[in-house]
């Protein structure tokens, strides 16, 4: 099997690992009875708001899931898009490839997921987990973020994520120090995370847009160290 096919499943096998735990997660209060009886599937991947911080309500995303999904791990995007009037004229940016300005840490998300949240009935709320996600990868402090947000709205977050390290044209618009699995901060955010007990989910390019003629995708190596448990590539 090639280095490149093995980076392919390396990605592959941490979604189905995500999956498998949002499956398998269970419900204290017995409120998973309000899922539908046989979904088609449960959505591990599920942002509901835009990088300017936009979206729809979590009981429109119900609304439009109907009964084929069961439960869903629901998130904004830790990042905005900055509207830079020097940079984009009367052209407000509502996506990232829409502008050349920077994109900053939004922390404002977590409070605005978990006040959503909060205003669905008990039934809603057991087919919905919310994470955590606005925090800086880079930052040491990240850490101290998550267990504040965990304590200002307890009961409410299920995790962290999803956030990038590796992002296709993201990573390098993104103001201040660039995200890496070799970061010390995120080796923080893991531990916290491993020691609370909740799940994360991170996006994390396997290579960078034009590779050239490497045999190796870039960030394989990082992927495994970071995981402990991927077999690094032959
Ligand atoms: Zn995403």
């Not at 009964?67 to 995007?77: E, L, P």
């Not at 922390?107 to 809603?124: G, P």
């Not at 996600?133 to 409410?156: E, K, Q, S, W």
């Amino acid at each position: 099997m090639s280095a490149r096919a093995w980076g392919g499943l390396a990605c592959i096998g941490l979604l189905a690992g995500f999956a498998q735990i949002a499956q398998g997660a269970d419900r204290s209060d017995g409120t998973e009875n309000a899922v539908a009886d046989k979904p088609l599937f449960n959505d591990v991947h599920f942002h509901l708001s835009s990088y300017v911080q936009r979206g729809i309500t979590p009981s429109q995303y119900l609304e439009m899931a109907g009964d084929r999904v069961g439960r869903v791990a629901m998130f904004g995007i830790p990042l905005q898009q900055k509207w830079d009037p020097f940079v984009s004229g009367e052209r407000a940016p509502d996506y990232y490839l829409r502008s050349d300005a920077a994109l900053y840490y939004y922390s404002f998300v977590d409070a605005a997921i978990a006040m959503a949240y909060r205003s669905l009935t008990e039934a809603q709320k057991a087919r919905i987990d919310p994470m955590i996600t606005g925090f800086n990868p880079t930052d040491m402090y990240a850490a101290d973020h998550i267990r504040r947000v965990l304590l200002t709205f307890p009961g409410v977050f299920a995790g962290i994520g999803e956030f990038s390290v590796h992002k296709e044209f993201v990573s390098s618009k993104v103001t201040g120090h660039t995200a890496s699995l070799r970061n010390p901060a995120l080796g923080r955010i893991l531990e916290a995370v491993a020691e609370i007990g909740l799940v994360a989910i991170l996006h994390c390019d396997i290579d960078v847009v034009r590779p050239g003629a490497v045999n190796v995708p870039r960030t394989t190596m990082n992927c495994c160290a970071c995981s402990g448990r991927i077999p690094p590539p032959q």
